[in-house]
């Protein structure tokens, strides 16, 4: 199992392009399945999990065709409508298969999601919408077993929590049901739009994404279409973050800012020296950056996805910082860690208390999760001495080969197998 040797006190110059988002691209390609047509993705992260959803996708009979950050897709010929647990237990987004299996084919079997360990993550809002449009179901031995009686029918759906994985199953199910489908509370991530763009250009008619209301008028077909990946907001949120910790000048590109609103916010609250572009954000050194408040919430608010780097970053700021979570309920497994490489850090329920005005030094620590892992990276990178990383596997499903890809703009870091 590979692990990650980080070198501290690193350095860190010039500039790093930020590829296509990951919680985009997932469910994009889950969204083949509803057309007999191609679909020519651009922008495509070299992840882990890329491989892992094509694996899948190739299970049922899809066609792939790759060629750099280029990805085909090709579902003119589907034979299969079940994904086993050997398949979908690496990846909890295997879930978004199901509602583009049963909208085109009346039927859908799969086995339980599983992925990182950051809580329960029940797939019941899923069920729920996708019983809302006329499927019923049962779990058996560890599926989910799905079946549709005639076709999927257009409703009204109001979500009780709003969750991007179910938003996004809705959506994908509603666009070839018979009539209007209303999805109320849903999830307002950049990732459900860039899926609704894609989708309306592949001849689907769906407006409101990116609010709390989405509308779906059903269509009978798509067709061929080409698009290009959202960049990946928390990738860029992570080197931000990275230099700050780092206190060097650096620039983040390929991005949109505005994805980033309220982690941006937070960072000049503390006193973190940043240059806004229309694609780039320009991170300038600082000596004195502040402990802060923070909660996370679903977008626009602060993302769960940034919380374990903040950590890291609040460890060296100076004063008291606390994180409230409030999306996952296991989602500081990687206090203890932090822990061993310097950091003061509690845990009382779901909230992190933070004393700053520590000093990493390097220790060997064992990631939990994807966003778990990169926080022991950035909190290796600015200790004293040397990190190794274990169990990194978690690492590559979110960021591309860390050890070159940031490697390349100073940073040292060593993958051992």
């Known amino acids: 199992?590979?692990?990650?040797?980080?070198?501290?006190?690193?350095?860190?110059?010039?500039?790093?392009?930020?590829?296509?988002?990951?919680?985009?691209?997932?469910?994009?390609?889950?969204?083949?399945?509803?057309?007999?047509?191609?679909?020519?993705?651009?922008?495509?992260?070299?992840?882990?999990?890329?491989?892992?959803?094509?694996?899948?996708?190739?299970?049922?009979?899809?066609?792939?065709?790759?060629?750099e950050n280029s990805l085909s897709v090709i579902a003119n010929n589907i034979s299969n409508q079940v994904a086993d647990y050997d398949l979908v237990r690496k990846m909890r987004a295997s879930i978004l298969v199901?509602?583009?299996?049963?909208?085109?084919?009346?039927?859908?079997?799969?086995?339980?999601?599983?992925?990182?360990?950051?809580?329960?993550?029940?797939?019941?809002?899923?069920?729920?919408?996708?019983?809302?449009?006329?499927?019923?179901?049962?779990?058996?031995?560890?599926y989910v077993i799905g079946k549709v009686k005639d076709k999927l029918k257009g409703t009204s759906i109001k979500l009780p929590l709003v969750s991007v994985?179910?938003?996004?199953?809705?959506?994908?199910?509603?666009?070839?049901?018979?009539?209007?489908?209303?999805?109320?509370?849903?999830?307002?991530?950049?990732?459900?739009?860039?899926?609704?763009?894609?989708?309306?250009?592949?001849?689907?008619?769906i407006v409101g994404a990116g609010t709390s209301i989405i509308k779906i008028e059903g269509v009978s077909k798509l067709k061929e279409a080409e698009h290009s990946i959202i960049s990946d907001r928390i990738v860029a949120g992570t080197y931000i973050i990275a230099a700050i910790m780092l206190n060097k000048n650096f620039v983040v590109k390929n991005i949109n800012p505005k994805h980033l609103e309220t982690p941006i916010k937070i960072l000049k609250q503390m006193n973190a020296k940043l240059d806004i572009g229309d694609n780039y954000i320009k991170i300038n050194s600082t000596h004195s950056i502040k402990g802060a408040t923070i909660k996370t919430k679903p977008?626009?608010?602060?993302?769960?996805?940034?919380?374990?780097?903040?950590?890291?970053?609040?460890?060296?700021?100076?004063?008291?910082?606390?994180?409230?979570?409030?999306?996952?309920?296991?989602?500081?497994?990687?206090?203890?860690?932090?822990?061993?490489?310097?950091?003061?850090?509690?845990?009382?329920?779901?909230?992190a208390f933070i004393n700053g005005n520590r000093e990493f030094k390097?220790?060997?620590?064992?990631?939990?999760?994807?966003?778990?892992?990169?926080?022991?990276?950035?909190?290796?990178?600015?200790a004293k001495g040397i990190t190794t990383i274990n169990r990194v596997y978690h690492l590559d499903r979110g960021y591309e080969k860390i050890e070159k890809t940031l490697g390349n703009c100073g940073p040292k870091i060593e993958r051992l197998k």
């Open 1 to 67: 199992m590979d692990k990650l040797k980080v070198f501290g006190k690193a350095n860190l110059n010039g500039s790093i392009k930020i590829p296509g988002a990951k919680n985009a691209v997932l469910p994009i390609m889950a969204c083949s399945i509803l057309s007999n047509q191609s679909l020519h993705l651009t922008n495509v992260p070299n992840l882990v999990d890329i491989l892992t959803m094509k694996k899948l996708l190739k299970n049922f009979g899809i066609v792939f065709h790759s060629h």
């Open 98 to 142: 199901f509602g583009p299996l049963l909208s085109r084919f009346g039927k859908a079997k799969i086995s339980l999601p599983g992925g990182c360990s950051i809580g329960t993550r029940p797939i019941n809002l899923h069920l729920y919408g996708l019983e809302r449009l006329g499927a019923s179901f049962i779990i058996k031995d560890g």
């Open 165 to 205: 994985g179910a938003t996004e199953n809705i959506l994908m199910a509603s666009v070839l049901a018979k009539g209007k489908t209303t999805i109320i509370n849903a999830a307002k991530e950049p990732e459900v739009k860039d899926l609704s763009n894609c989708l309306n250009k592949m001849g689907a008619k």
């Open 299 to 351: 977008y626009p608010g602060f993302p769960t996805d940034l919380q374990a780097q903040m950590m890291a970053l609040m460890s060296l700021a100076d004063g008291k910082s606390e994180i409230k979570e409030n999306i996952f309920e296991n989602r500081f497994l990687h206090v203890p860690e932090l822990n061993r490489l310097g950091a003061d850090i509690s845990v009382k329920n779901d909230i």
């Open 362 to 382: 390097g220790a060997q620590v064992m990631a939990s999760d994807l966003r778990a892992s990169v926080s022991l990276v950035l909190a290796g990178l600015s």
